[in-house]
């Protein structure tokens, strides 16, 4: 699955489109909450902005909570039951049928009263299944894990690390867009028109908003490759050899063993060509290659 995109920034604002902003719940005319983080010098990167659905003070709290139940009526409330009586409030869920149509793996984002209450959530749960308690009956096994959605937040950690700039106030989604000057103008000017990567992590329902440096030289590509192995190894290290820096690479089959698509996006301004003279030698370059190569798509991301 794609979990990012490029944009331009038009005017102050980026446009979230639907794809993203449904799946981590960032919706129009909702509250969102951002972190802004400065990049080191090294790197294609200047300015990250971090939005969340949740306010930063609930990070410690918030929990995944993976719940297997019976595929049998009425398990599901069994477990909302079971959650809701120790005040466990649930936030985003889906649910779906297991193996065999026989378990219902019920995966939850859920916010805890304190940190540290998953423990005594999963020792009150085989109190009541050693039992034999009525009220977990359909309940075969919980699984709980830190949703560490301030692991992505935190400040410099490392000499080589990003460093935590400011921490906006909530603001609103207007429009589908997130409007940059509204909180960080004073930090972020002569925005308009430039690139950036829309990345999200659909786990912890967060997305990033990266800035490019002034000398940043995108271009994307895409080709058409065989579906076999070496063949990517093999269009990478063609491109390896003119000294890019790779941003993003996604590849996907077309036709099972014949057949797959590549698409890269990488910075080229240290390369020792052009875009123009890649674009020229890469197709020849391709033909050395063992198998079927063909250049799709070529464009500079002005």
Not at 149 to 157: E, P
Not at 201 to 206: E, L, Q, T
Request: aromatic content about 8%; charged content about 25%.
């Amino acid at each position: 699955m794609k979990i990012w995109e490029f944009a331009k920034v038009e005017g102050s604002s980026i446009k979230v489109d639907n794809w993203i902003s449904e799946t981590i719940g960032i919706e129009d005319g909702g509250c969102v909450y951002s972190t802004l983080f400065k990049h080191p010098s090294q790197g294609p990167k200047d300015y990250e902005i971090m939005l969340s659905m949740f306010p930063q003070e609930n990070y410690r709290t918030l929990t995944h909570i993976t719940m297997y139940l019976d595929d049998v009526p009425g398990s599901s409330a069994q477990a909302a039951h079971f959650l809701s009586e120790r005040e466990i409030n649930i936030l985003n869920s889906i649910s779906l049928n297991g193996i065999s149509d026989t378990v219902i793996v019920w995966k939850l984002m859920a916010d805890m009263n304190f940190a540290g209450e998953g423990e005594l959530l999963l020792e009150k749960f085989r109190e009541l299944k050693k039992v034999n308690d009525p009220s977990v009956s359909k309940i075969k096994r919980i699984e709980l894990k830190p949703a560490d959605i301030g692991r992505l937040f935190k400040g410099k950690v490392e000499e080589n690390g990003k460093e935590e700039v400011r921490r906006g106030y909530p603001t609103t989604i207007r429009n589908g867009r997130f409007d940059i000057a509204e909180v960080y103008g004073d930090i972020l000017e002569n925005i308009d028109g430039k690139n950036v990567l829309i990345t999200m992590d659909a786990d912890s329902w967060v997305c990033s908003i990266t800035l490019f440096k002034e000398e940043t030289k995108l271009v994307k590509l895409s080709m058409e490759i065989p579906d076999c192995p070496g063949s990517i190894m093999q269009a990478l290290s063609i491109i390896a050899d003119w000294n890019v820096n790779l941003i993003s690479v996604f590849s996907k089959v077309k036709i099972c063993y014949e057949t797959m698509s590549l698409e890269i996006v990488m910075d080229i301004c240290k390369s020792n060509k052009t875009a123009a003279e890649i674009k020229e030698i890469l197709p020849g370059a391709m033909e050395e290659l063992n198998g079927t190569y063909k250049l799709k798509e070529f464009v500079e991301l002005m």
